[in-house]
Structure formats: structure tokens, C-alpha cells
Nanobody, 115 residues
Framework: QVQLVESGGGLVQPGGSLRLSCAASGSIFRAYSMDWYRQAPGKERELVAIISSGGYTTNYADSVKGRFTISRDNVKNTVYLQMNSLKPEDTAVYYC????????WGQGTQVTVSS
């Protein structure tokens, strides 16, 4: 079984930056693509970014393209989301997700962008 634990969320002013981390248990992590999703109050969960198992291919939602960067370290079994130029509309709970057939999710970390 894979466990995913997010960290790095918090309160930041508009224009600021945060780096989220998602630590996975088990070496099986490195065999699968990983995603970051987010869910704002009253809205559906949306896909933010995806990275391939080797880290060579990434894709982003249009709303974050050019501001967010997804990366991974398969030695540390960790995936990251660097978020720059944050906007109030980025406020949400952010979740990491493994595309392992078991469909594993982390518990989420709150990101609040407010002055």
C-alpha cells in the first residue's frame, strides 16, 4: 500500500510563493505518474499538474501554466509543486495523487492566498 503525505501549505500574500511536498511510502511510487489536484470551497476538485514516472513529461492546467512547476525526486520518493506569483483564486486544499491502480490520495494541505 502507498501512503502519500503532503506538507508545505500555509498563508501567503498575493504574489508570493510556496513549495508543496508530497512524500510517498514505498519504492513503487517511482513507477507511476503523479498529480497535484486542488479543491476550493464550493468547487469541484480540479487537476493542477501531472508529471510522468521518470519526471520527463509534465502538463499543467491553463490557470497555473507559467506560475507552477511540478517536479519529483524518485530517490526521495517525493513530488513537489513550486507555486509562484500566487493569486487569491489559488486558495484551495491541495492534494497529491498517484496514478497507481490503487488510486492513492494524500490527506491534503491548505493553501490560502490573502492580504
Amino acid at each position: 500500500q502507498v501512503q502519500l503525505v503532503e506538507s508545505g501549505g500555509g498563508l501567503v500574500q498575493p504574489g508570493g510563493s510556496l513549495r508543496l511536498s508530497c512524500a510517498a511510502s514505498g519504492s513503487i511510487f517511482r513507477a507511476y505518474s503523479m498529480d497535484w489536484y486542488r479543491q476550493a470551497p464550493g468547487k469541484e476538485r480540479e487537476l493542477v499538474a501531472i508529471i510522468s514516472s521518470g519526471g520527463y513529461t509534465t502538463n499543467y492546467a491553463d490557470s497555473v501554466k507559467g506560475r507552477f512547476t511540478i517536479s519529483r525526486d524518485n530517490v526521495k520518493n517525493t513530488v513537489y509543486l513550486q507555486m509562484n506569483s500566487l493569486k487569491p483564486e489559488d486558495t484551495a486544499v491541495y492534494y497529491c495523487h498517484s496514478r497507481h491502480p490503487g488510486n492513492y490520495w494524500g490527506q491534503g494541505t491548505q493553501v490560502t492566498v490573502s492580504s
